[in-house]
Nanobody, 121 residues
Framework: QVQLVESGGGLVQPGGSLRLSCAAS????????VGWYRQAPGKERELVAT???????NYGDSVKCRFTICRDNAKYTWSLKLNSLKPEHTAVYYC???????????????WGKGTLVTVSL
């Protein structure tokens, strides 16, 4: 069982930035890929960025050139940097340990509680 803990969310003004962090612990043998998702109020959870164990990254069209996913120096820790935030980026952000295969990310069954990002004046 893998435990995931997201942190770094908060209230930020439009145009601001935040850095979210995801820490994994527990029964980790190997991690193929990590994905960051977000779920805005009243909407379905959507995938916004992924990173493979080899460092390859992919982004949803709505966040390209705005969000950056990376693996931190600490083992089993990943970050999502959010830049030039807009009110429509308000959501709970979750990380997930999954598999990247054939150009697609397949989420695993482990989810953290998420971290809330609120973009508002």
């Amino acid at each position: 069982q893998v435990q995931l803990v997201e942190s770094g969310g908060g209230l930020v003004q439009p145009g601001g930035s935040l850095r979210l962090s995801c820490a994994a612990s527990g029964s980790i043998r190997s991690i193929n890929a990590v994905g960051w998702y977000r779920q805005a109020p009243g909407k379905e959870r959507e995938l916004v960025a992924t990173i493979t164990s080899g460092g390859s990254t992919n982004y949803g069209d709505s966040v390209k050139c705005r969000f950056t996913i990376c693996r931190d120096n600490a083992k089993y820790t990943w970050s999502l940097k959010l830049n030039s935030l807009k009110p429509e980026h308000t959501a709970v952000y979750y990380c997930n340990v999954g598999t990247f295969f054939g150009g697609n990310y397949y989420n695993g069954n482990n989810w953290g509680k998420g971290t809330l990002v609120t973009v508002s004046l």
